[in-house]
């Protein structure tokens, strides 16, 4: 199984700095038709978790141009820029390049 | 507006077995690749089952930790997803969320207990 790593974050982050979530993958997101196979998810405390990005750095629809994504095949970012209170909570990073598909432990970010 | 509710959940014994359900509205049901992902108690997201299309076969697909135990199945013409669950182990305690494509929409979860 493909395992997820997710670093830690200096937290409490100052309102409107950024922050960089890292993500690694013990194998290569690629898969043949060129496309990288990571999901990046924020979970705000008490509720269901929200698509963020998709194939490593596509946008969800309606998510604010804040949130990219970025990577190689095995290393991931995802920077928040001008971080606000509402990007309070944890952020999850998924492999669904196969089977079964799995998740990083999740980086939890704090707002000072 | 899209909507995804999950419902059966409860307390249920070790070894029991349980079904829950969801309920799909406001997107083309039968187009959309459908999974449950579970979050234990104070933990991280862990990625269950997953149910294809029609198209697709409904091919199914499952963790490690739930295979053979668990059947995710779909009824297109009534836009439901359900997983069973058999042999239940406390360590399958959590609330379990079912989702659509690739995670584009989420239920608001059901919590199911295993616990004697």
């Known amino acids: 199984d493909i395992v997820m790593t997710q670093g830690v974050l200096p937290n409490p982050v100052p309102s409107g700095e950024s922050a960089s979530i890292t993500c690694r993958s013990s194998?290569?997101?690629?898969?043949?038709?060129?496309?990288?196979?990571l999901n990046w998810f924020l979970q705000r405390p008490g509720q269901s978790p929200q698509l963020l990005t998709y194939?490593?750095?596509t946008r969800a629809s309606g998510v604010s141009d804040r949130f990219s994504g970025s990577g190689s095949g095995t290393y991931f970012t995802l920077k928040i820029s001008r971080v606000r209170a509402e990007d309070a909570g944890v952020y999850y990073c998924?492999?669904?390049?196969?089977?079964?598909?799995?998740f990083g432990g999740g980086t939890k970010l704090e707002l000072k | 507006a899209v909507q995804l509710v999950e419902s059966g959940g409860g307390l249920v014994q070790p070894k029991e077995s349980l079904k829950i359900s969801c309920a799909a509205s406001?997107?083309?049901?039968?187009?959309?690749?459908m999974y449950w992902v579970r979050q234990a108690p104070g933990k991280g997201l862990e990625w269950v089952a997953r149910i294809r299309t029609k198209p697709n076969n409904y091919a199914t697909y499952y963790a490690d930790s739930v295979k053979g135990r668990f059947t995710i199945s779909r009824d297109d013409s009534k836009s439901m997803v359900y997983l069973q669950m058999d042999n239940l182990k406390t360590e399958d305690t959590a609330m379990y969320y079912c989702?659509?494509?690739?995670?584009?929409?989420w239920g608001q979860g059901v919590m199911v207990t295993v616990s004697s």
């Open positions: 406001g997107f083309t049901f039968s187009n959309a690749a």
């Open positions: 989702t659509a494509n690739i995670g584009d929409y």
């Open positions: 194939w490593m750095s």
């Open positions: 194998k290569s997101l690629v898969y043949k038709d060129g496309k990288t196979y």
């Open positions: 998924q492999q669904v390049r196969e089977y079964p598909w799995t």
